[in-house]
């Protein structure tokens, strides 16, 4: 997984008024938590904004005091109607411990039944998996080579070593489904196959 360097400050103060002050600088208030300490610290704004707003998963090594650390976006709060960032709460990995995390799904090949005229579809853009922190992905690629309509992966399908799948096993991840066009047409068939034996019918009545 890819990691970036974060350069923070640690808060003096911890507060409401505190962190309205922060904002107002440019900065986000932090916190970090799962390990022997936790710390409250501010970064700057334009540090996050692409890397949030992105399906990308990273590994934040967040330089505090002198001393760094590894993490990653646990949760992030946002306002109501700007979007700004208010508050980004950070989980701090350790090499032994498993991490759990949502990370993104990709696709490869070409499927068969959507050259059948299928369509693929994405039920799942991420799944959340738990691993320790040298065996996190950057994301889980699937081939869809094998799908045919009506075919799908779900979550139990997918096996990757010392890499745990936490999502509902029958959840669907993507599959091919047949296209609206097909269905539509199928009704139509039947209407004319029930329109060409009616003249059949009726002559058996009038004998």
């Known amino acids: 997984m890819k990691a970036v360097s974060l ?9 409401k008024k505190d962190a309205i002050k922060n904002r107002r600088e ?22 996050f904004r692409k890397l949030l707003f992105t399906d ?3 590994i934040f090594t967040i330089e505090l005091a ?8 646990q949760d992030v709060q946002y306002h109501p109607v700007t979007d ?6 950070f989980l701090e990995v350790l090499p032994e411990k498993p991490v759990v995390i949502s990370v993104p799904v990709k696709s490869e090949g070409t499927a068969p039944g959507v050259l059948k005229g299928g369509k693929l579809v994405s039920k799942m853009r991420k799944l959340k ?8 992905p950057d994301f889980i690629m699937l081939s869809i080579n094998p799908l045919d309509i009506g075919d799908s992966i779900k979550v139990k399908d997918v096996k990757r070593d010392n890499i745990t799948f936490l999502d509902a096993p029958n959840n669907v991840i993507l599959g091919v489904r047949t296209a609206r066009t097909v269905v539509e047409d199928a009704p139509v068939e039947g209407a004319a196959a029930a329109g060409a034996a009616a003249p059949a019918e009726k002559k058996e009545e009038g004998k």
């Open 26 to 47: 440019g900065l986000v208030p932090c916190v970090m938590y799962g390990g022997k300490e936790q710390f409250h610290f501010a970064v700057s704004d334009k540090s």
């Open 7 to 15: 350069s923070g400050s640690l808060r003096e103060n911890v507060g």
């Open 129 to 136: 998996i738990k691993a320790l922190l040298q065996d996190l």
């Open 84 to 89: 700004n960032i208010l508050h980004i709460d």
């Open 56 to 58: 990308q998963v990273y």
């Open 66 to 73: 002198g001393k760094s650390t590894n993490a990653i976006v």
